[in-house]
């Protein structure tokens, strides 16, 4: 059974960036935590210089403030989780939501300032992790994280470590096309599954489908009260989660899958969604178990800390 991996040397700082917020945490040696910290992402659009100096700047400085909360003499790892992957080969920042970093070797950035050396994760992987070793996934070798949300992404561990794969992008299920004729993703391919089951894709399709525009909760409570649009629209999104989903798993066959962001609350997806994985997963008695995450929004912090060197 993975644990969470204890650190004699010292402690861990865990810092997750996101779109919004970004968040520090501090684990003392044995994974308790003694210091939690929030603040506002810095948003400068229209000026993507200034606002990856402010990013730059966000970190650098929350890092300092939970740095000062080490007793004495202590030292401790540090780990950065962000939205996108780092090119192993250049080091700069690769298909990030926070369109600022692309191109940018925001590792070697930091790691100049702090002048020592830290680990950088895809947020999907921490939040995989984090589940893994504490979280839904605690107990199962091979553990597949599932963010849905705005977009969709993917991690896995194994075994309670990050595979990162050959070109670290292990996991990336949100950018395997299922659909040649569907809608052109960001990244340039055509029915991505990201298109297909986010919370931004599906709105999409709903306005491409009717010419306005409702929100994802909004879908969601139209189909329940059965409006005839919402409906066509999200049983379209539990035969694509099928799908898709269905696929991974007859791939990957991992001992269990973990949901997360914000359309993992939807009920649905552990009822009619299952059915419909069941019926694209090539087995006939498909038993993944699939996951509700534990510990909501705080997986991403968590992960980069227990990833961090």
């Known amino acids: 059974m993975p644990k969470v991996p204890m650190n004699d040397s010292g402690f861990r700082m865990g810092i997750d960036l996101g779109g919004t917020k970004t968040e520090a945490v501090l684990l003392d040696v044995d994974g308790a935590v003694q210091f939690r910290h929030r603040?506002?992402?810095?948003?400068?659009?229209?000026?993507?210089?200034?606002?990856?100096?402010?990013?730059?700047?966000?970190?650098?400085?929350?890092?300092?403030k939970?740095?000062?909360?080490?007793?004495?003499?202590?030292?401790?790892?540090?780990?950065?989780?962000?939205?996108?992957?780092?090119?192993?080969?250049?080091?700069?920042?690769?298909?990030?939501?926070?369109?600022?970093?692309?191109?940018?070797?925001?590792?070697?950035?930091l790691e100049a300032r702090l002048g020592r050396s830290i680990s950088m994760e895809n947020d999907a992987n921490c939040f995989a992790l984090a589940e893994a070793l504490q979280g839904a996934g605690q107990g199962y070798g091979m553990v597949f994280g599932v963010i849905?949300?705005?977009?969709?992404?993917?991690?896995?561990?194994?075994?309670?470590?990050?595979?990162?794969?050959?070109?670290?992008?292990?996991?990336?299920?949100?950018?395997?096309?299922?659909?040649?004729e569907g809608a052109v993703c960001y990244c340039g391919n055509p029915g991505c599954v990201e298109t297909k089951i986010s919370g931004g894709g599906v709105e999409n399709n709903y306005h491409a489908r009717y010419g306005r525009r409702l929100t994802m909760q909004q879908i969601t409570r139209g189909y329940r009260r059965g409006d005839t649009g919402c409906v066509a629209i999200f049983e379209?999104?539990?035969?694509?989660?099928?799908?898709?989903?269905?696929?991974?798993?007859?791939?990957?066959?991992?001992?269990?899958?973990?949901?997360?962001?914000?359309?993992?609350?939807?009920?649905?997806?552990?009822?009619?969604?299952?059915?419909?994985?069941?019926h694209f997963a090539f087995h006939d008695h498909i038993e993944t178990p699939v996951l509700r995450n534990k510990l909501g929004d705080s997986a991403g912090v968590f992960g980069a800390a227990w990833a961090g060197i």
């Not at 810095?42 to 970190?59: C, F, K, Q, T």
């Not at 004495?72 to 298909?95: D, F, H, Y």
């Not at 849905?148 to 991690?155: E, F, K, L, P, S």
Request: hydrophobic share 35%; net charge negative.
């Open 39 to 64: 603040i506002a992402t810095p948003r400068m659009v229209g000026d993507p210089e200034s606002e990856y100096g402010g990013i730059l700047d966000a970190v650098i400085g929350l890092i300092e």
């Open 66 to 109: 939970t740095r000062e909360q080490l007793p004495p003499s202590s030292t401790c790892t540090i780990g950065v989780g962000i939205p996108g992957t780092m090119n192993a080969e250049t080091g700069l920042v690769q298909n990030a939501n926070t369109t600022c970093l692309i191109g940018r070797p925001f590792q070697q950035d």
């Open 148 to 180: 849905m949300g705005t977009g969709c992404g993917g991690g896995l561990c194994i075994n309670g470590r990050i595979h990162k794969g050959r070109h670290r992008i292990a996991g990336e299920w949100g950018h395997f096309s299922v659909d040649p």
């Open 236 to 278: 379209q999104f539990m035969e694509d989660y099928g799908r898709s989903l269905g696929g991974l798993i007859s791939i990957m066959d991992p001992d269990a899958v973990v949901l997360g962001g914000g359309l993992s609350k939807i009920e649905e997806l552990y009822t009619l969604g299952m059915a419909r994985v069941r």
